[in-house]
Nanobody, 123 residues
């Protein structure tokens, strides 16, 4: 099993920035691809970004491309999401996810989920 704990959420004005962190424990973090999903109020969960085990390959939803950056530090078993130029429509609960594989071929479904951290962007 993998345990994921997110932090770094909060309230920010439109145009501002936040950095989310996700601390992983339970298994070798560097073996797994990781990612972020979010759930806006009243809507379904949606993919935000993902990164392979090495950090070489990254993937983004069109809605965040150019504004968000996903990264990881395998020595600290930590995943990050730098969010810049935030918009009110970015308001959501952000979940860290883990995949039971090192790469992201064929867009796999996440195997592990964190509890989430709230991000609220005011206009």
């Amino acid at each position: 099993q993998v345990q994921l704990v997110e932090s770094g959420g909060g309230l920010v004005q439109a145009g501002g920035s936040l950095r989310l962190s996700c601390a992983a424990s339970g298994r070798t973090f560097s073996n797994y691809a990781m990612g972020w999903f979010r759930q806006p109020p009243g809507k379904e969960r949606e993919f935000v970004a993902a990164i392979t085990w090495s950090g070489i390959s990254t993937y983004y939803a069109d809605s965040v491309k150019g504004r968000f950056t996903i990264s990881r530090d395998n020595s600290k078993s930590t995943l990050y999401l730098q969010m810049n130029s935030l918009k009110p429509e970015d308001t959501a609960i952000y979940h860290c996810v883990g995949y039971a594989r090192p790469t992201l071929v064929d867009a796999p479904t996440p195997n592990y989920w964190g509890q989430g951290t709230q991000v609220t962007v005011s206009s």
